[in-house]
């Protein structure tokens, strides 16, 4: 089994500060990708900010400049410092992993419980 534990989401206001850690655990071989998507009520998943399996990183336009990706490759964590935040970010936000459990396995897209981000205005 794997998990991924996402933590630190809440209220903040407009201009405010947050920092979302996720952490993969169980059986895991290697971890090929991993970063955080977002949902607002209404609208589709969206991808917010990610590492490549080549260890790039890339973000929505809409959040550059502003998020700041980041991870721990030995605690299997990855974080998201998230600045000058907007109401219009105001999301759950999920964190994801390609993850393959053996080194025979196939690599799968492994989802968090998801944590809300509140921002007010």
């Known amino acids: 089994q794997v998990q991924l534990v996402e933590s630190g989401g809440g209220l903040v206001q407009a201009g405010g500060s947050l920092r979302l850690s996720c952490a993969a655990s169980?059986?895991?071989?290697?971890?090929?990708?991993m970063g955080w998507h977002r949902q607002a009520p209404g609208k589709q998943r969206e991808l917010v900010a990610g590492f490549t399996s080549g260890g790039s990183t890339n973000y929505a336009d809409s959040v550059k400049g502003r998020f700041t990706i980041s991870r721990d490759n030995a605690k299997n964590t990855v974080y998201l410092q998230m600045n000058s935040l907007k109401p219009e970010d105001t999301a759950v936000y999920y964190c994801n992993a390609l993850i393959k459990k053996t080194a025979w396995d196939v690599l799968y897209n492994h989802w968090g419980q998801g944590t809300q981000v509140t921002v007010s205005s």
């Open positions: 169980g059986s895991i071989f290697i971890i090929n990708a």
